[in-house]
């Protein structure tokens, strides 16, 4: 099983879900950072009892890079979606942007999101609480080669307001069978993240510790 | 020489030309009423139209010396329905559309969500463009009518997962076909005040033909509504820091496409010395309703 790619179709999109490890018990979904791939060279969940996945974004390792760009978190909460829809109910571990994308399929879908560990990593900023000043990005054509420079550009500014996201916690909160879904193991906490932090049922915690609360 | 229409309708005219644009590798419809000798202009539709419903009015600023060029967002119309959608991606099909007729500075029009899209175009490109002139697309910080936190919530979830449902298998979306008539019929649902035979004018440009029926060509994966961070107010707090001249109408009958803006929501934040119209018994197609009366303000303000 391990090394092995399943495609799954996101309307114009390939994604690529990688399978990095079997196991026995609840999948654990990693969501990698702005910029980056499913291969990490960190391994925090090494100790995961289930089956590990990894998925690569639109526009991010083995996945399609699309013309044009027009990139949004929204649209990458429906590509964890997609893998979630493959792989069942599952735990998500999140780096950096897949730390926010993995709070927004966590409050998308509670039923199937099993447990949220929201980590440091590329992307965790986003372009801060409100708007900034516009931004103008027209790169050489694209060779079809990833990481896609227009997700590179467009993810890296995407608005993240506190009261935004706290209600992804809400919508978490009032659909899920755990008592805390959600564990915030970032040392950074930009506004978004401090505001899903100070909501109740949200541990802040270490990586073994989340791991080992959600693995049971 | 004006494209060819199978059904023509009082006033309404085809583009003079068209040509395909290619806007980092996504195929973008282009379209021009006047002569290349006219001044330019920038025209764009609202959300979920085509430059097709420009025909009414785009050929009265023609017809004073403008060279009117528009295009059809990605998604609708004859543009190739993308993989992503966002307000940048179409800004930059915009301007690349613009770049193949001139590099100057132009009046931006656009109507609904094209006006929003030209005055977000307009703060991150300022150096592109000599006025701005918004047709019914101006925000409000208006929202939903009260309700409860906790059925907000129901309504929210509910939305979300019936939205992520439709996103695991948007890729086996197909527009429903049929005849003619019964497409300028479902339209008629969400542009109740234009009258038949416009929509019906519109089909033929803004839908194909297939063996079982007609189909209006949008990209099936997008959807009305939606969610994300975005609020109205930030439009708003766009606009008084525009220092091209402004023309805003607004049409005071709301139908099933207003976005419910009143001229007090907006009258404190129009950029100084703007010109501000709001159009009595007239919806949200301020352009279609009411082509000649929008038609001589625009060329009265960009005079």
Same mark, same amino acid.
């Given at each position: ?11 114009k ?49 083995a ?9 949004s ?15 069942g ?30 980590a ?21 054509p ?28 809400h ?29 109740p ?8 510790e ?7 | ?5 199978p ?13 395909? @644009? ?6 973008? %419809?282009?379209?021009?009423? #006047?002569?290349?000798? *006219?001044r330019? !202009? /920038?025209? &764009? ?17 023609a ?33 690349? @559309? ?6 100057? %500075?132009?009046?931006?029009? #656009?109507?609904?969500? *094209?006006?929003? !899209? /030209?005055? &977000? ?8 463009i ?43 979306g ?19 005040? /234009? ?29 009305f ?34 976005w ?9 934040? /129009? ?5 501000f119209?709001a ?7 301020v352009?279609i ?15």
């Amino acid at each position: 099983m391990s090394g092995e790619i399943t495609w799954l179709r996101h309307n114009k999109v390939v994604l690529a879900l990688h399978h990095l490890a079997a196991g026995d018990g609840l999948p654990l979904l990693l969501l990698h950072g702005l910029g980056e791939k499913t291969s990490s060279p960190r391994h925090p969940w090494a100790a995961w009892p289930g089956p590990i996945y990894g998925l690569d974004f639109t526009g991010h390792g083995a996945s399609t890079v699309p013309a044009g760009g027009g990139y949004s978190a929204e649209l990458l909460m429906s590509d964890a979606d997609v893998a979630l829809a493959e792989i069942g109910p599952a735990t998500i571990y999140g780096r950096g942007l897949g730390a926010y994308i993995g709070l927004l399929i966590a409050g998308g879908r509670p039923d199937l999101v099993m447990g949220a560990v929201l980590a440091d990593g590329p992307g965790l900023n986003g372009g801060g609480p409100g708007p900034v000043s516009a931004s103008w990005f027209q790169p050489q054509p694209s060779d079809g080669t990833s990481p896609d420079p227009f997700a590179l550009h467009e993810l890296a500014h995407d608005v993240r307001p506190g009261d935004y996201a706290a209600g992804f916690v809400h919508l978490l909160m009032a659909g899920s069978a755990l008592d805390s879904p959600i564990a915030v193991v970032a040392k950074n906490r930009p506004s978004w993240l401090e505001a899903v932090a100070r909501e109740p049922g949200v541990l802040a915690t270490s990586e073994d510790e989340a791991f080992a609360m959600f693995a049971q | 020489m004006p494209l060819d229409h199978p059904k023509p309708y009082p006033g309404a005219r085809r583009p003079d030309k068209s040509w395909s @644009v290619d806007s980092n590798g996504v195929s973008i %419809a282009a379209y021009q009423w #006047g002569e290349d000798s *006219g001044r330019p !202009l /920038l025209l &764009a539709h609202g959300g979920f139209d085509f430059a097709g419903t420009m025909d009414g009015f785009a050929p009265l600023l023609a017809d004073e010396g403008w060279r009117v060029v528009s295009w059809d967002q990605r998604g609708h119309g004859d543009s190739e329905h993308a993989a992503l959608y966002n307000w940048e991606s179409d800004q930059r099909d915009g301007l690349t @559309v613009l770049d193949t007729v001139t590099k100057d %500075a132009v009046p931006f029009v #656009g109507h609904s969500k *094209g006006g929003g !899209l /030209l005055m &977000a175009l307009a703060e991150v490109r300022p150096d592109r463009i000599t006025a701005m002139v918004n047709l019914d697309g101006l925000p409000s910080q208006r929202t939903v009518p009260d309700v409860s936190d906790r059925e907000r919530r129901r309504l929210m979830a509910a939305e979300m997962s019936e939205r992520l449902d439709y996103r695991r298998t948007a890729h086996e979306g197909i527009r429903k076909p049929g005849t003619l008539e019964e497409l300028a019929s479902r339209r008629a649902k969400m542009n109740p005040r /234009l009258s038949l035979d416009w929509l019906e004018y519109l089909v033929p440009i803004g839908a194909r033909e297939d063996r079982d029926g007609w189909r209006w060509k949008l990209d099936p994966a997008m959807r009305f509504g939606g969610f994300g961070p975005y609020r109205p107010e930030w439009g708003l707090a766009r606009m008084p820091g525009m220092i091209a001249p402004f023309l805003a109408v607004l049409g005071l009958e709301e139908d099933a496409m207003s976005w419910g803006t009143k001229p007090e929501d907006v009258i404190d934040w /129009l950029p100084s010395g703007a010109r501000f119209e709001a159009l009595e018994g007239v919806g949200h197609f301020v352009h279609i309703e009411q082509p000649r009366t929008v038609a001589d303000f625009v060329l009265e303000f960009l005079s």
